[in-house]
C-alpha cells in the first residue's frame, strides 16, 4: 500500500498524474464532485444562515467507500482537484465525506499536469482556501433558490415542466431581445459605386464611391455623368502601418475563435480542451486571463528563434481587461511550446493547433505593413474615387497566427501597383448595386459568450452549461434555414452604355444561430414583467463580483444572501398569489368567416392559434407550424391554418388527408403518417400527389429479402440509410452500396447487429424484467421498462448482483409508486400532487 493518496477529479488527469510520481504514491479519482444538494428537495436551510444539505448521490457512494478505505491506510493525502472555485469545493467535500483530519491532509493545486508542476505542488502544498469554497457555495446555493423558487411559479403561471435560471434567464433575454431588434427592424435600399480601373500600366485598380444613393434614378444620373469622362490621380497617401497579436487565449476567446475557425460548439470546445488538459499538453482551460508566466513567455521565445529567426520575437504581456480576472491564474497555452502538433484525435488536434498558434503568436513581432490611400478624380463632377491597399514589407507574427472576426461584411484590401500623382486612369465599368441596411445578427454561440462577457456575466465555467441548458430547455433553437431569396438591381456602365439587371441574393440565413423559441419569449416576458431585478443585466454582474469579493475573503457569503433573499423571497410570493396568467396571447382579428375573433397563443403541446374567445364552447384549434411563431404570424397566415387537415380522399379503404404536425406538415394514410417534402406546402397537395407518396412509402416499407424467415425493410433516417429487421434498425454504413445491397450484405449487416446487440448485455434477468447493457464511453446502463439508469466508469457492472440492481432500481423510482397509490383520489388532488412533486426536483 502506497503512503500517499492523491485524490484529482477525473480518471484521465489520475492516469496522467500518475506518470510523474514514484511508487510511494496511489492516484485515485473522484470523478468530479462527490456530494451535492439533493435533488429531490431544496437543500437549504433558509433560516440558518442559508446553510447547505449535503449529500453522497448514490452512483457515488462506492466511488466514496473506496477512497474512505484508502485514505485510511495513507499516510498522507493529498487533494488535487481543479485550482478554481469548483475544485476546491470538491477538496472540501472529499475532506468532509472521508473524515480527513488536518495533520494527514494537504491541499495542492497546478495550472497544467507536467512534471515540473506536479512535483513543485508537491513542494509547495497549502489548506483548504474556505473563503473559494464559500464563493462556490454561495453561486450554488443562490442559483438553487432561483430556480427553486422561480420555476413553480413558472409551472402556475406559463406551463408545467419549465424552469428558470439566474444566468440562463439572462442569456434568453438577450438573444429575445435581438430577434425583436431584427423582427422590428426597417431595412433601407441604397445604391453602392463601385469602379473599376487602369493606370498607364494596365494595373488594375477597384475603388469605390465613399456615399450611396438613395434611388435608382440618382444613381443612373451619376453613370451618366461617367460617359466620356477622364480619370486621374489626384490624391496619393502612403504610411506604415503595424498589426499587433492578439492575447493568449482565455476560457470565452477560445470558444469564440474555436467556433469561427473550427465550426465547434462551445460545449465541444471545452469538452476537447478538458482532454487536452488531462493529457498534459495545454494549461487549465477554465480562465479568465491574458497571463503568461515567465517560464511560458521564455519558452516561447525560445521556440520562435529556433523555428522563424530572432526577428520574429517579440516577448511580450497583455493587461486583463477583465476586472474580475483571476491574476494568478494563467492564460491558456501548450505546456510545452516546441511540440507543434499533438499526438491525439483529429478534433483535439485541431483545437492543439489553434491554441499553439495563438500562444506562440503572442509572443511575436508586429507586422510591417505600408498603407496607401489613394483618390481618383473625374473631369466631369466633383466627387472622387477611393482606393485602399497595403502591402506587407515583414511577416511578424502573420507567418504563425490570424484572428478571426465576427464581422460578416469585413473588406479585406488588396495590394495596389505603384501609382503617382495626375497619372491617368482608365475605367473599365463602374457598378451600382442595389443594397439593403441589415439588422444586427442573431447570436451564435460564441457571440452570446462573448455578449454575456463583455456584460460580466456569469464565469468561463458557466458559458458552456448554459448555452445547453436554454437549448435543452426549448427556449432557444439552433436555426436551420439557409436564408430567403431577395431581388436587387443592379446597373453597369460599361464602354459608354448603362445596362440594367435583376439579380437575387440569399438574405436572413440564420443556419446554426440561436433563435428564441416561442416558449423561450412567453417566458422571458413574464419573468421581465415581473422579475425586472433578476433578469436585470447590472444585477446578474454585480451578483458575479459579490461572489469574487467572497473568494477574496471581503464579504460573508450569509449575510449576501440573506440581502438577496429578503427582497427576492417576498417578490416571488408576491408574483405567485397576484400576477395574471401569460400565455403570450395576440389578437390579430376577426375571422371573417364566424365573425369571432382569433388568436394566437401558447397552448399545452405548444403555440397554437384559436377561433373564438376563451368562453366560446365551441372554439377551433389550430397549430402554428415549425416555421412560424406567436410574435410574427398574420391574421392571414393565422387562417390559413383552419384549412387543414384537408381529406383528400380514399385508398385501400382508409382515408387521406393532409395536414400539419409539431414536426411539420404530413399526408396520413389510415395510421400511417408521411411528412412531406422539405419546402412543400400542404394546402397545394392534391390526392394524385398525397397517392405519389403514399405508394413511395409502400415500395420503403416492402421487403428486400428475409432474414431468418422475417423480412427485412430499407429506408433512410435522420442518421443515414438503415435496415430494418425484427424490430433492429442497422444503420449501413459508407462501404455498402445501399441501392444494390446483395443477399450477403444484408445477412452480414444483419448478423453483425445481432451479435453487437448480445455483446452488449452484461446481466439479463428475464423473469425480473432486468437488463444490464454496456453504453457508450465504458459506461454501463440499467434497464427496467421505461425506466433507465446509467452507471458511472467507477461501477464494475459485471460485479453487480440481482438485489443490488433492484435497490439502484427502487432508490431511482420511489416518486412513482407514491402516485400509483394516489390514483383513486379526486382529479384536483392529483394535479396537487404532480405539481408537488415537480417541485422536489
Known amino acids: 500500500m502506497a503512503k500517499n493518496l492523491v485524490i484529482v477529479e477525473s480518471p484521465a488527469k489520475a492516469k496522467t498524474i500518475e506518470k510523474f510520481l514514484g511508487k510511494d504514491y496511489q492516484v485515485e479519482s473522484s470523478y468530479g464532485h462527490i456530494a451535492d444538494l439533493p435533488s429531490k428537495e431544496i437543500g437549504v436551510d433558509v433560516e440558518n444562515n442559508f446553510k447547505p444539505k449535503y449529500e453522497v448521490s448514490s452512483d457515488k457512494k462506492a466511488v466514496v467507500k473506496k477512497l474512505k478505505d484508502l485514505s485510511k491506510k495513507a499516510e498522507m493525502v493529498w487533494l488535487a482537484s481543479d485550482e478554481d472555485r469548483e475544485g476546491e469545493a470538491i477538496a472540501w467535500h472529499l475532506a468532509e465525506e472521508l473524515k480527513l483530519s488536518e495533520e494527514k491532509t494537504k491541499r495542492i493545486v497546478f495550472h497544467e499536469i507536467t512534471k515540473t508542476a506536479i512535483l513543485k505542488a508537491i513542494e509547495n502544498p497549502r489548506k483548504i482556501d474556505y473563503n473559494l469554497v464559500n464563493a462556490q457555495q454561495a453561486r450554488r446555493v443562490l442559483d438553487r433558490l432561483v430556480g427553486y423558487e422561480l420555476s413553480p411559479v413558472l409551472w402556475k403561471k406559463v406551463k408545467g415542466g419549465l424552469s428558470a435560471g439566474r444566468v440562463q434567464s439572462v442569456s434568453v433575454r438577450l438573444i429575445v431581445e435581438r430577434e425583436r431588434e431584427i423582427n422590428e427592424f426597417n431595412s433601407k435600399a441604397s445604391y453602392s459605386i463601385t469602379a473599376e480601373f487602369t493606370n498607364e500600366g494596365g494595373k488594375l485598380v477597384k475603388a469605390k464611391l465613399p456615399k450611396n444613393f438613395e434611388s435608382l434614378s440618382e444613381a443612373e444620373a451619376f453613370l451618366n455623368k461617367n460617359v466620356g469622362a477622364n480619370y486621374k490621380v489626384s490624391e496619393l497617401d502612403t504610411k506604415p502601418a503595424k498589426k499587433s497579436p492578439a492575447a493568449p487565449f482565455t476560457t470565452s476567446t477560445l ?316 417578490r416571488v410570493r408576491d408574483v405567485e398569489e397576484n400576477a395574471e396568467r401569460e400565455s403570450g396571447e395576440r389578437i390579430l382579428g376577426t375571422d371573417p368567416n364566424t365573425g369571432k375573433p382569433i388568436l394566437v397563443r401558447l397552448g399545452k403541446f405548444g403555440p397554437m392559434a384559436q377561433i373564438g374567445a376563451a368562453d366560446d364552447e365551441e372554439k377551433q384549434f389550430a397549430s402554428l407550424r415549425p416555421d412560424q411563431n406567436i410574435g410574427t404570424i398574420t391574421l392571414e397566415e393565422a387562417l390559413v391554418l383552419f384549412l387543414l387537415p384537408k381529406k383528400l380522399g380514399e385508398y385501400k379503404g382508409e382515408e387521406i388527408e393532409v395536414s400539419n404536425g409539431r414536426f411539420g406538415p404530413y399526408v396520413r394514410f389510415g395510421k400511417t403518417f408521411i411528412s412531406l417534402d422539405k419546402g412543400e406546402e400542404p394546402l397545394d397537395v392534391t390526392i394524385e400527389r398525397a397517392m405519389e407518396l403514399i405508394k413511395r412509402k409502400e415500395e420503403e416499407d416492402a421487403p428486400i429479402a428475409t432474414y431468418q424467415d422475417l423480412p427485412v425493410q430499407k429506408g433512410v433516417g435522420r442518421f443515414g440509410p438503415y435496415l430494418k429487421w425484427n424490430g433492429l434498425f442497422i444503420n449501413v454504413n459508407k462501404k455498402y452500396d445501399f441501392d444494390n445491397l446483395s443477399k450477403a450484405d444484408i445477412d452480414a449487416l444483419i448478423s453483425d447487429k445481432v451479435q453487437k446487440e448480445i455483446d452488449k448485455v452484461i446481466h439479463d434477468w428475464k423473469e425480473e424484467g432486468i437488463r444490464v447493457e454496456k453504453a457508450r464511453w465504458g459506461r454501463s446502463v440499467i434497464l427496467k421498462g421505461k425506466t433507465k439508469i446509467e452507471l458511472g466508469k467507477e461501477i464494475d457492472a459485471e460485479a453487480l448482483t440481482l438485489e443490488e440492481v433492484q435497490d439502484l432500481i427502487e432508490k431511482k423510482t420511489p416518486a412513482k409508486k407514491k402516485t400509483v397509490a394516489k390514483k383513486p383520489t379526486v382529479k384536483k388532488t392529483v394535479v396537487k400532487k404532480a405539481t408537488t412533486k415537480k417541485s422536489t426536483k
Do not use: C
Open 255 to 570: 470558444q469564440q475563435e474555436a467556433a469561427r475557425k473550427l465550426y465547434y460548439s462551445v460545449g465541444q470546445t471545452m469538452m476537447l480542451a478538458q482532454r487536452l488538459y488531462e493529457s498534459g499538453l495545454i494549461t487549465y482551460m477554465r480562465t479568465d486571463s491574458v497571463n503568461l508566466s515567465q517560464d511560458a513567455i521564455n519558452a516561447a521565445a525560445a521556440e520562435i528563434t529556433k523555428s522563424y529567426g530572432k526577428e520574429f520575437s517579440n516577448p511580450r504581456t497583455y493587461v486583463n481587461k477583465n476586472k474580475g480576472a483571476q491574476e494568478a491564474h494563467e492564460a491558456i497555452r501548450p505546456t510545452d511550446m516546441s511540440l507543434h502538433n499533438a499526438p491525439v484525435d483529429r478534433d483535439q488536434a485541431r483545437l492543439y493547433d489553434l491554441i499553439w498558434k495563438r500562444t506562440l503568436a503572442s509572443q511575436m513581432s508586429d507586422a510591417k505593413l505600408e498603407r496607401t490611400n489613394v483618390k481618383i478624380v473625374a473631369d466631369a463632377y466633383s466627387d472622387q474615387f477611393v482606393a485602399s491597399g497595403e502591402v506587407l514589407l515583414f511577416e511578424g507574427f502573420l507567418k504563425v497566427y490570424l484572428e478571426g472576426n465576427d464581422d460578416e461584411e469585413e473588406e479585406v484590401e488588396g495590394i495596389l501597383p505603384t501609382l503617382r500623382i495626375g497619372e491617368k486612369m482608365l475605367n473599365k465599368k463602374i457598378v451600382a448595386t442595389q443594397r439593403f441596411t441589415r439588422p444586427g445578427a442573431r447570436y451564435t454561440e460564441a457571440s452570446l459568450v462573448k455578449k454575456l462577457e463583455e456584460l460580466g456575466i456569469g464565469r468561463p465555467s458557466t458559458y458552456a452549461p448554459t448555452i445547453s441548458t436554454i437549448i435543452a430547455r426549448t427556449y432557444v433553437e439552433k436555426g436551420t434555414s439557409e436564408g430567403k431569396e431577395r431581388p436587387y438591381k443592379m446597373l453597369v456602365l460599361k464602354d459608354g452604355a448603362i445596362t440594367s439587371s435583376d439579380l437575387v441574393e440569399k438574405v436572413g440565413g440564420d443556419k446554426g444561430r440561436l433563435i428564441p423559441t416561442d416558449i423561450g419569449i412567453v417566458v422571458n416576458d413574464f419573468l421581465v414583467k415581473n422579475f425586472e431585478t433578476i433578469l436585470d443585466y447590472n444585477f446578474t454582474a454585480k451578483v458575479e463580483q459579490d461572489f469574487d469579493e467572497i473568494a477574496a475573503g471581503n464579504e460573508d457569503w450569509a449575510k449576501m444572501m440573506k440581502d438577496f433573499y429578503d427582497h427576492f423571497h417576498p
